[in-house]
């Protein structure tokens, strides 16, 4: 069998796997991708409802453990303290308005760790963190009350493209705009709300839109997920786009550009993310 191509199964055909078997003795992470892998590839004879589930089961069993905080952490400040290669900060000018205080939102923001690591960061500023699952908003909420920064950090179940408020100093999509149904829509959201020199922080994973360049273990593995969490996610949501984890750079820019945002830079480049600064 080639290692790259167009593959099909009709979940009809699938044979029942025993999961308890399977999952036994793995770790949470990994039997959390195996039981949504599974439902998934089965969801297409299943009512919308199943399919459904399969995204917060996904995201809520598997993420935290998938993505420590330090290594959130690091992106976070590779982000904001790094220099791009031309010798201009990585950020142009964001590092100051967090210094000073700024007002950020965190779109898909999941259990809250960017939020909160960003918020520990720049104690100035005010943090807004959204995402559309409900278990994960609370998880952040509490999060946010440990660490004691319940006055500056606030936390709210709503959907990438019904981002509420205005203003935004700087809008952050970490390793989530690929797994929205409509990134073009959160975009054209994020723009309408962005003050007049706001800028969007867009960190993606660092692969190829070309499968035959991510034979690699860090290409392997963000293509293996992306099948059972990022593919998945986005399908569900019946929008116009389900990107995967590797759409590359040239069509996240093109929907961008679409509504508004002109201005895609990448900032920052480590061996597994791309961290992009994306204006009007
Ligand atoms: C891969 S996780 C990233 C979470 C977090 N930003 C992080 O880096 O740890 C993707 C997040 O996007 C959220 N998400 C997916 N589609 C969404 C939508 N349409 N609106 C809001 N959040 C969404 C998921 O619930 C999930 O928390």
């Known amino acids: 069998m080639p290692l790259i191509g167009t593959f099909t ?31 998934s590839l089965r969801s297409g004879n299943y009512p ?13 069993s598997s993420w935290p453990a998938a993505r420590p905080p330090a290594w959130l952490a690091a992106q976070v400040a590779g982000a904001y303290s790094r220099r791009h290669h031309s010798g201009k900060p990585a950020m142009e000018g964001v590092e100051t308005k967090l210094r000073r205080g700024a007002s950020v939102a965190d779109v898909g923001c999941g259990f809250g760790h960017s939020t909160v690591i960003m918020a520990k960061a720049f104690p100035q500023s005010r943090f807004h963190g959204f995402d559309f699952h409900e278990p994960s908003i609370e998880a ?3 999060l946010a009350e440990e660490e004691g920064l319940g006055d500056r950090v606030t936390f709210e179940v709503t959907a990438a493209q019904d981002l509420p408020g205005g203003d935004y100093d700087l809008i952050t999509f970490f390793d989530c705009l690929h797994d929205l149904g409509d990134p073009g829509a959160a975009l054209r959201g994020a723009e309408e709300v962005l003050a007049d020199d706001g800028s969007c922080l867009v960190v993606e994973p660092n692969v190829s839109a070309e499968p035959g360049e991510n034979i690699h273990p860090i290409g392997r593995s963000f293509a293996s997920t992306s099948a059972v969490l990022c593919l998945p996610a986005a399908m569900a949501q019946d929008g116009p786009h389900a990107l995967g984890n590797h759409p ?33």
């Open 9 to 39: 199964r009709s979940p009809a055909k699938m044979p029942l796997l025993d999961l308890s078997k399977i999952t036994a003795g793995l770790s949470k992470t990994w039997s959390g991708f195996l039981r949504d892998w599974d439902r």
């Open 140 to 142: 952040a909420q509490k």
């Open 248 to 280: 590359g750079q040239d069509a996240l820019e093109a929907i961008a550009a679409e509504v508004g945002l002109h201005s895609w830079r990448p900032a920052v480049e480590t061996l597994t993310n791309l961290i992009y600064d994306v204006r009007r």
């Open 48 to 60: 919308e409802t199943t399919r459904y589930n399969c995204l917060p089961s996904a995201v809520f």
